[in-house]
């Protein structure tokens, strides 16, 4: 992968001109606000969590393709699954994108259709835009009062 184009699959620009699960809901529970100040992405994540599972998940998200095609497909993933199976998809995509080694088609299959995001590894500046949801949903989760920044 090797021209910023190849970011820009079908399903990126999928999620990021029709996001899924986007705006406020009545009663989240739970939000956290994520800043990007480098990219200019913040992302507003609101979750509903009954019993250790994931009930509703919503976002505001007002930023680059990246990052909100990475909160709306974060939204569908997340959505039914426990907070514990959410961080370990987390931790395993991060790894993805951060990783200078070649990923092993077993843990890209795990993936899902976050698979579609794994060429960011190659623009460190985007991989902050694709993992701002994501640290933002673990603040949410764990009610961290602190704004997440990826500076
Ligand atoms: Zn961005």
Redesign the pocket.
Known sequence: MSDLRDLYQDVILDHSKNPRNEGRPENPGHEAKGN?PL???KVTVYVAINDGVIEDIRFEAR??A??VASASMMSELAKGKSAEDVKAMFNDFHEAVTSKEPIAPEKIEKLDKLAALIGVREFPM?V??AT?PWHTMAAAIDDSTQQVTTE
């Open positions: 990007n990219c200019g992405d930023g680059c990246i990052s985007r902050k835009c701002l």
